[in-house]
């Protein structure tokens, strides 16, 4: 089944799902993927600077890695294409209203933003509404 392209379409059916789990994002300048696959990071993505990965918090702890801040992640179950435009937009205007920064994530099925913990249920919230409208 081929993904959402409507914006319409895909805000009416974002369907918002608050995960469990705690992450933090963190960054080396060692890009050796074996080290970091040690960790489990839930996902790497490599930049000029360094490797920037997101990892559990339980797995931060225990390879020592300093934690700055601590996200959740909503996962949009609705099947978003990969071509939809605009939805990362709306997604993040909505959240910028109430002041909570988005960190989005494009998986091939699913949209996934990562929101400070603090924030997390207010975001819920928002993203409920936004769908609703």
Known sequence: MAGITD???????????????????CCTE????????SMSPLATFREEEGMTFILSYESAVQHNIEINNVYRCITLK????????GLT??????????????????GFYHDHIFVNENHAEQAMLALTE???R
């Open 130 to 132: 936004l769908s609703q």
């Open 30 to 37: 060692n890009t050796n993927l074996d080290a970091i696959a």
């Open 7 to 25: 914006l319409t379409e895909l805000l009416v059916n974002l369907q918002p799902e608050l995960s469990l789990s705690r992450y933090i994002y």
């Open 89 to 106: 937009a709306a997604v993040a205007s909505e959240l910028a209203k109430h002041g909570i920064s988005a960190n989005v994530m494009a």
């Open 78 to 85: 609705v099947h978003s294409s990969l071509e939809a435009v």
